[in-house]
């Protein structure tokens, strides 16, 4: 499975921006792909997942009510809107694939992925 994100760029804080993630190669149902972002001089932290199938979707608290992740099956692509952008939003975001996804897995933070594309930038001036 390869990853392909697109998307970032420099925007202003109240603006939106919305990413993508391009998957070639099987994707499976019993797959989930997720954001990730690393900030400067920081760990990379979950972003948000949805389950391939069922569309389960998780968020971490930073981000709820303001970014929604959504897929489009048919053209095995994950998005990711982002609205109300922080400059605390900066950071490179990564999309990535989980083959042995199961129903709660990130709620515990269990964020086992197996496949990671390359970053593409996002860059929240204030």
């Known amino acids: 499975v390869q990853l392909q994100a697109s998307g970032g760029g420099l925007v202003q804080a109240g603006d939106s921006l919305r990413l993508s993630c391009a998957a070639s190669g099987p994707i499976s149902n019993n797959y989930a792909l997720g954001w990730f972002r690393q900030a400067p001089g920081k760990e990379r932290e979950f972003v948000a997942a949805i389950s391939w199938n069922a569309g389960s979707i998780y968020y971490a608290d930073s981000v709820k009510g303001r970014f929604t992740i959504s897929r489009d099956k048919a053209k095995k692509t994950m998005y990711l809107q982002m609205d109300s952008l922080k400059p605390e939003d900066t950071a490179v975001y990564y999309c990535?694939?989980?083959?042995?996804?199961?129903?709660?897995?990130?709620?515990?933070?269990?964020?086992?992925?197996?496949?990671w594309g390359k970053g593409t930038l996002v860059t929240v001036s204030s």
């Open positions: 990535a694939a989980d083959a042995t996804y199961y129903y709660g897995r990130y709620v515990a933070g269990n964020y086992g992925m197996d496949y």
